[in-house]
Antibody
Framework: QVQLVQSGAELKKPGSSVKVSCTAS????????ITWVRQAPGQGLEWMGR????????NYGQKFQGRVTITADKSTSTAYMELSSLRFDDTAVYFC??????????????????WGQGTMVTVSS | EIVLTQSPGTLSLSPGERATLSCRAS???????LAWYQQRPGQTPRLLIY???SRATGIPDRFSGSGSGTDFTLTISRLEPEDFAVYYC?????????FGGGTKVEIK
Protein backbone atom coordinates (compact mmCIF):
# COMPACT_ATOMS: atom_id res chain seq x y z
CA GLN A 1 0.00 0.00 0.00
CA VAL A 2 1.30 3.46 -0.89
CA GLN A 3 2.44 5.67 1.97
CA LEU A 4 3.32 9.35 1.77
CA VAL A 5 6.05 10.61 4.09
CA GLN A 6 6.67 14.33 4.42
CA SER A 7 9.68 16.33 5.53
CA GLY A 8 9.93 17.82 9.00
CA ALA A 9 8.70 21.02 10.58
CA GLU A 10 10.07 24.37 9.37
CA LEU A 11 10.50 27.76 11.01
CA LYS A 12 10.82 30.58 8.51
CA LYS A 13 11.06 34.36 8.47
CA PRO A 14 8.60 36.56 6.58
CA GLY A 15 9.65 37.04 2.96
CA SER A 16 11.59 33.80 2.76
CA SER A 17 10.67 30.54 1.03
CA VAL A 18 9.96 27.03 2.24
CA LYS A 19 10.19 23.75 0.34
CA VAL A 20 8.34 20.70 1.67
CA SER A 21 8.87 17.21 0.32
CA CYS A 22 6.51 14.25 0.06
CA THR A 23 7.97 10.82 -0.71
CA ALA A 24 5.82 7.92 -1.85
CA SER A 25 6.69 4.35 -0.99
CA UNK A 26 5.08 1.01 -1.60
CA UNK A 27 3.32 1.61 -4.89
CA UNK A 28 3.00 3.40 -8.22
CA UNK A 29 3.85 7.08 -8.06
CA UNK A 30 3.81 8.54 -11.51
CA UNK A 31 0.26 8.00 -12.75
CA UNK A 32 -1.43 9.49 -9.66
CA UNK A 33 -1.70 13.17 -8.93
CA ILE A 34 -0.06 14.44 -5.76
CA THR A 35 -2.01 17.31 -4.34
CA TRP A 36 -1.12 19.84 -1.62
CA VAL A 37 -3.60 21.02 0.99
CA ARG A 38 -2.94 23.36 3.88
CA GLN A 39 -4.67 23.94 7.19
CA ALA A 40 -4.08 27.07 9.26
CA PRO A 41 -4.39 26.68 13.05
CA GLY A 42 -8.01 26.02 13.98
CA GLN A 43 -9.15 26.43 10.37
CA GLY A 44 -10.38 24.23 7.53
CA LEU A 45 -8.70 22.61 4.56
CA GLU A 46 -7.48 24.64 1.57
CA TRP A 47 -6.33 23.18 -1.75
CA MET A 48 -3.12 24.67 -3.07
CA GLY A 49 -2.35 22.73 -6.22
CA ARG A 50 -1.37 19.37 -7.68
CA UNK A 51 1.06 17.67 -10.01
CA UNK A 52 0.73 14.60 -12.21
CA UNK A 53 4.28 13.21 -12.23
CA UNK A 54 3.61 11.13 -15.36
CA UNK A 55 2.92 14.31 -17.33
CA UNK A 56 5.06 16.63 -15.23
CA UNK A 57 2.13 19.03 -15.30
CA UNK A 58 1.15 21.15 -12.30
CA ASN A 59 -2.00 23.17 -11.59
CA TYR A 60 -2.33 25.80 -8.88
CA GLY A 61 -5.11 27.39 -6.91
CA GLN A 62 -5.73 30.99 -7.90
CA LYS A 63 -4.92 32.23 -4.40
CA PHE A 64 -1.42 30.79 -4.64
CA GLN A 65 -0.61 31.53 -8.28
CA GLY A 66 2.81 33.09 -8.59
CA ARG A 67 3.88 32.08 -5.07
CA VAL A 68 3.73 28.28 -5.17
CA THR A 69 5.68 25.82 -7.27
CA ILE A 70 4.97 22.10 -7.24
CA THR A 71 7.45 19.71 -8.79
CA ALA A 72 8.10 15.98 -8.83
CA ASP A 73 11.16 13.75 -9.13
CA LYS A 74 10.03 10.46 -10.62
CA SER A 75 13.38 8.80 -9.91
CA THR A 76 12.87 9.19 -6.15
CA SER A 77 9.03 9.18 -6.10
CA THR A 78 9.13 12.55 -4.36
CA ALA A 79 6.93 15.58 -4.86
CA TYR A 80 7.87 19.05 -3.65
CA MET A 81 5.88 22.14 -2.76
CA GLU A 82 7.75 25.43 -2.58
CA LEU A 83 5.99 28.52 -1.24
CA SER A 84 7.74 31.86 -1.58
CA SER A 85 7.31 35.36 -0.12
CA LEU A 86 6.10 33.83 3.13
CA ARG A 87 3.73 35.84 5.31
CA PHE A 88 2.62 35.34 8.90
CA ASP A 89 -0.70 33.92 7.69
CA ASP A 90 1.10 31.15 5.80
CA THR A 91 1.64 29.53 9.19
CA ALA A 92 -0.14 26.21 8.76
CA VAL A 93 0.17 22.46 8.49
CA TYR A 94 0.87 21.48 4.89
CA PHE A 95 -0.36 18.08 3.72
CA CYS A 96 0.34 16.15 0.57
CA UNK A 97 -2.25 13.65 -0.58
CA UNK A 98 -2.92 11.28 -3.43
CA UNK A 99 -5.81 12.49 -5.53
CA UNK A 100 -6.51 12.09 -9.21
CA UNK A 101 -5.29 9.49 -11.65
CA UNK A 102 -3.96 9.64 -15.19
CA UNK A 103 -5.49 6.96 -17.40
CA UNK A 104 -5.31 6.22 -21.12
CA UNK A 105 -8.51 8.25 -21.57
CA UNK A 106 -7.08 11.20 -19.70
CA UNK A 107 -7.15 12.61 -16.20
CA UNK A 108 -9.72 11.18 -13.79
CA UNK A 109 -10.41 13.08 -10.59
CA UNK A 110 -10.49 10.97 -7.44
CA UNK A 111 -10.97 11.64 -3.76
CA UNK A 112 -7.86 12.11 -1.66
CA UNK A 113 -7.41 8.63 -0.28
CA UNK A 114 -3.86 8.67 1.08
CA TRP A 115 -2.37 11.56 3.05
CA GLY A 116 1.06 12.44 4.30
CA GLN A 117 1.49 13.08 8.01
CA GLY A 118 1.61 16.83 7.56
CA THR A 119 4.42 19.38 7.88
CA MET A 120 4.09 22.32 10.25
CA VAL A 121 5.42 25.54 8.73
CA THR A 122 5.70 28.45 11.13
CA VAL A 123 6.37 31.95 9.83
CA SER A 124 7.75 34.16 12.56
CA SER A 125 10.13 37.07 12.86
CA GLU B 1 -15.27 27.60 -8.12
CA ILE B 2 -17.86 25.46 -6.34
CA VAL B 3 -18.59 26.66 -2.82
CA LEU B 4 -19.62 23.99 -0.29
CA THR B 5 -21.64 25.00 2.76
CA GLN B 6 -21.81 22.55 5.65
CA SER B 7 -24.42 22.57 8.38
CA PRO B 8 -24.68 22.63 11.26
CA GLY B 9 -21.36 24.12 12.32
CA THR B 10 -21.43 22.08 15.52
CA LEU B 11 -23.50 19.03 16.42
CA SER B 12 -23.76 18.09 20.10
CA LEU B 13 -24.79 14.47 20.56
CA SER B 14 -24.34 11.54 22.91
CA PRO B 15 -22.65 8.21 22.10
CA GLY B 16 -25.15 5.86 20.48
CA GLU B 17 -27.14 8.67 18.85
CA ARG B 18 -27.53 9.23 15.13
CA ALA B 19 -25.67 12.09 13.45
CA THR B 20 -26.83 13.73 10.23
CA LEU B 21 -24.46 16.18 8.53
CA SER B 22 -25.37 18.29 5.52
CA CYS B 23 -23.30 19.65 2.64
CA ARG B 24 -24.79 21.97 0.03
CA ALA B 25 -22.98 22.95 -3.18
CA SER B 26 -23.30 26.28 -5.00
CA UNK B 27 -23.72 24.36 -8.26
CA UNK B 28 -24.33 20.77 -9.24
CA UNK B 29 -21.46 18.39 -8.50
CA UNK B 30 -20.74 16.39 -11.66
CA UNK B 31 -20.93 12.60 -11.39
CA UNK B 32 -21.45 12.91 -7.65
CA UNK B 33 -17.74 13.48 -7.16
CA LEU B 34 -18.36 14.33 -3.53
CA ALA B 35 -16.25 13.01 -0.64
CA TRP B 36 -16.40 13.14 3.15
CA TYR B 37 -13.39 13.22 5.46
CA GLN B 38 -13.01 12.81 9.20
CA GLN B 39 -10.34 14.69 11.11
CA ARG B 40 -9.64 13.97 14.75
CA PRO B 41 -7.69 16.58 16.77
CA GLY B 42 -4.02 16.62 15.78
CA GLN B 43 -4.53 14.00 13.09
CA THR B 44 -4.51 13.82 9.31
CA PRO B 45 -7.83 13.88 7.45
CA ARG B 46 -9.16 10.39 6.69
CA LEU B 47 -11.28 9.59 3.66
CA LEU B 48 -14.65 8.13 4.69
CA ILE B 49 -16.88 8.38 1.62
CA TYR B 50 -16.22 8.98 -2.07
CA UNK B 51 -18.57 9.20 -5.03
CA UNK B 52 -21.18 10.54 -2.58
CA UNK B 53 -22.07 7.10 -1.22
CA SER B 54 -19.16 4.63 -1.48
CA ARG B 55 -17.31 3.81 1.72
CA ALA B 56 -13.53 3.94 1.57
CA THR B 57 -11.46 0.90 2.52
CA GLY B 58 -11.79 -0.05 6.18
CA ILE B 59 -14.59 2.41 7.00
CA PRO B 60 -17.27 0.92 9.29
CA ASP B 61 -20.77 0.55 7.87
CA ARG B 62 -22.25 2.92 10.47
CA PHE B 63 -20.99 5.66 8.11
CA SER B 64 -23.12 6.25 5.04
CA GLY B 65 -23.33 8.96 2.41
CA SER B 66 -26.18 9.99 0.18
CA GLY B 67 -27.30 12.74 -2.15
CA SER B 68 -26.73 14.10 -5.62
CA GLY B 69 -26.70 17.36 -7.51
CA THR B 70 -26.26 20.08 -4.89
CA ASP B 71 -27.39 18.37 -1.67
CA PHE B 72 -25.42 15.69 0.14
CA THR B 73 -25.64 14.03 3.55
CA LEU B 74 -23.29 12.06 5.79
CA THR B 75 -25.03 9.88 8.36
CA ILE B 76 -23.41 8.15 11.31
CA SER B 77 -25.99 5.64 12.48
CA ARG B 78 -24.75 5.21 16.06
CA LEU B 79 -21.97 7.39 17.36
CA GLU B 80 -18.97 5.65 18.87
CA PRO B 81 -16.54 7.56 21.16
CA GLU B 82 -13.95 7.72 18.36
CA ASP B 83 -16.44 9.40 15.98
CA PHE B 84 -16.36 12.73 17.81
CA ALA B 85 -14.32 14.78 15.36
CA VAL B 86 -14.59 17.34 12.59
CA TYR B 87 -16.07 16.25 9.25
CA TYR B 88 -15.42 17.93 5.91
CA CYS B 89 -17.15 17.47 2.59
CA UNK B 90 -15.20 18.01 -0.63
CA UNK B 91 -16.05 18.17 -4.29
CA UNK B 92 -13.40 16.91 -6.68
CA UNK B 93 -15.32 17.10 -9.94
CA UNK B 94 -14.33 20.63 -10.86
CA UNK B 95 -10.99 22.35 -10.54
CA UNK B 96 -10.14 23.66 -8.05
CA UNK B 97 -11.26 20.93 -5.65
CA UNK B 98 -12.97 22.65 -2.74
CA PHE B 99 -13.82 21.77 0.84
CA GLY B 100 -16.69 22.76 3.05
CA GLY B 101 -15.99 24.62 6.27
CA GLY B 102 -16.52 21.52 8.40
CA THR B 103 -18.98 20.23 11.00
CA LYS B 104 -17.71 19.50 14.48
CA VAL B 105 -19.43 16.55 16.17
CA GLU B 106 -18.94 16.98 19.89
CA ILE B 107 -20.01 15.03 22.95
CA LYS B 108 -23.12 16.42 24.57
Amino acid sequence: QVQLVQSGAELKKPGSSVKVSCTASGGTFTRFAITWVRQAPGQGLEWMGRIIPFLDVANYGQKFQGRVTITADKSTSTAYMELSSLRFDDTAVYFCARGGEYEKTGYKPTAFDIWGQGTMVTVSS
Amino acid sequence: EIVLTQSPGTLSLSPGERATLSCRASQSVTSSYLAWYQQRPGQTPRLLIYGASSRATGIPDRFSGSGSGTDFTLTISRLEPEDFAVYYCQQYANSPPTFGGGTKVEIK
